[in-house]
């Protein structure tokens, strides 16, 4: 099983930027989607950003220009660089992964997931 750990969430104000990070151990696919996922209290959960399994990137409408998604292949860890954040970026966050080719874009296939790390903004 691939284990994965978030971290870096903290309490910044409007305007502000954090770097989350995702420590993954365990069995780790080559050929996988990564994808980070925020949950706001009363609200479901949604994609935020991912890597595609041909290492393309996708971003959601409401982080595009703001938020980047990369990984560190020799640490295996992957990042959030968020930037320019906003109220509306406070939220649990949250890293998993789907193994194998084929598509990313849907939540119920990501079979691993981290404990979440809280992201709050200030205004």
């Known amino acids: 099983q691939e284990h994965l750990v978030e971290s870096g969430g903290a309490s910044v104000q409007a305007g502000g930027s954090l770097r989350l990070s995702c420590a993954a151990s365990?069995?780790?696919?080559?050929?996988?989607?990564m994808g980070w996922f925020r949950q706001a209290p009363g609200k479901e959960r949604e994609a935020v950003a991912r890597?595609?399994?041909?290492?393309?990137?996708s971003y959601a409408e409401s982080v595009k220009g703001r938020f980047t998604i990369s990984q560190d292949n020799t640490k295996n860890v992957l990042y959030l660089q968020m930037n320019s954040l906003n109220a509306e970026d406070t939220a649990m966050y949250y890293c998993?992964?789907?193994?194998?080719?084929?598509?990313?874009?849907?939540?119920?296939?990501?079979?691993?997931w981290g404990q979440g790390t809280r992201v709050t903004v200030s205004s």
């Open positions: 998993a992964s789907k193994p194998g080719r084929g598509i990313c874009s849907v939540m119920s296939l990501y079979t691993h």
């Open positions: 365990g069995v780790i696919y080559s050929m996988r989607c």
């Open positions: 890597i595609n399994s041909d290492g393309s990137t």
